[in-house]
C-alpha cells in the first residue's frame, strides 16, 4: 500500500519551532517532489512549500519563507518541513503530498497524507 504519512504536529506558543515529517511507505520518494499543504479551518487550502525530486530545487509561500525550511532524506525515504517563528497565522491541519518529479502548484499530486494538525497559540 502506498502511503504518506505525516508527524510532529502539536500545539506550541509563538515564536517556537516545530519540525513534521512526511514519512513514504509503498513506494520511494527518489523520484517524487513532496508538497506541504495547509487548511485552517473555513480558509481553502493552500501551498505551503515543495521540494523537487532534486534537492536544490524548492518553493515556499511567501506568507513562510524565512521562517520555514523544507529538506528530504530519501535515505529515509522522508521529507521533512522546519517551522520556525511560528505565528498564530500558522494554525492549521498540515499535509503532505507527492507529485512525480518538479513541483507545480496543487495539480498532479499522486498521494495525500492524513494530516497532522498544528495549532500556534497563547
Known amino acids: 500500500q502506498v502511503q504518506l504519512v505525516e508527524s510532529g504536529g502539536g500545539s506550541v506558543q509563538p515564536g517556537r519551532s516545530l519540525r513534521l515529517s512526511c514519512a513514504a511507505s509503498g513506494f520511494t520518494l527518489d523520484y517524487y517532489a513532496i508538497g506541504w499543504f495547509r487548511q485552517a479551518p473555513g480558509k481553502e487550502r493552500e501551498g505551503v512549500s515543495c521540494?523537487?525530486?532534486?534537492?536544490?530545487?524548492?518553493d515556499y509561500a511567501d506568507s513562510v519563507k524565512g521562517r520555514f525550511t523544507i529538506s528530504r532524506d530519501n535515505a529515509k525515504n522522508t521529507v521533512y518541513l522546519q517551522m520556525s517563528s511560528l505565528k498564530p497565522e500558522d494554525t492549521a491541519v498540515y499535509y503532505c503530498?507527492?507529485?512525480?518529479?518538479?513541483?507545480?502548484?496543487?495539480?498532479?499530486?499522486?498521494?495525500w497524507g492524513q494530516g497532522t494538525q498544528v495549532t500556534v497559540s497563547s
Open positions: 503530498a507527492a507529485r512525480r518529479r518538479y513541483c507545480s502548484g496543487d495539480v498532479g499530486y499522486d498521494y
Open positions: 521540494i523537487s525530486y532534486r534537492d536544490g530545487i524548492t
